[in-house]
C-alpha cells in the first residue's frame, strides 16, 4: 500500500539502517531441513531485541534479465541506526541463528544501507 503524502507524511520505509540477507542453501538440503532453517530465521526476529521491521521471503521468479532469483531465501530487517543494527549482530538470537542454521548455507551475501 502506497502511503498518502496528504494523509500520511512519513515514508513507507521509517527506521534508517536497512540490512539485506540473501541465503543460498546447500544442494539436496531436505525439505525438513528448509523448514528448520526458514524457522530458524522467523525466531530469530521474534527474539530481537533490536530489529524494529522483519521480512523472510524468497524468489519472486520475475523472468527479467536484471533480476537475480538465484537465492532461495531473502531476509531483510530494518533498526533505527547503524548502532541499533550493531546491537543485533551482537545479541544472542542472531549469535545462536548462525551457530544452529549455518550448516545450510552454501553462501550468504549481505547488503546494508542507510536511509
Sequence with gaps: MKPNPETDPTPAFKHDFVHVVYFWLKA????????????????????????????????A????????????????VTFDDAASHEAYQQEPAHDRFREVNGRFTERVQIYDSLG
Excluded: W
Aim: a negative charge; hydrophobic letters at 30%; glycine letters at 10%.
Design 61 to 76: 521468479q520475475t523472468p527479467r534479465e536484471v533480476v537475480d532469483n538465484s537465492y532461495d531465501y531473502c531476509l531483510i
Design 28 to 59: 539436496g538440503l531436505s525439505e525438513a531441513g528448509v523448514a528448520e532453517f526458514e524457522a530458524g530465521l522467523r525466531k530469530m526476529l521474534e527474539d530481537s531485541e533490536h530489529a524494529n521491521t522483519g521480512h523472510v521471503g524468497k524468489p
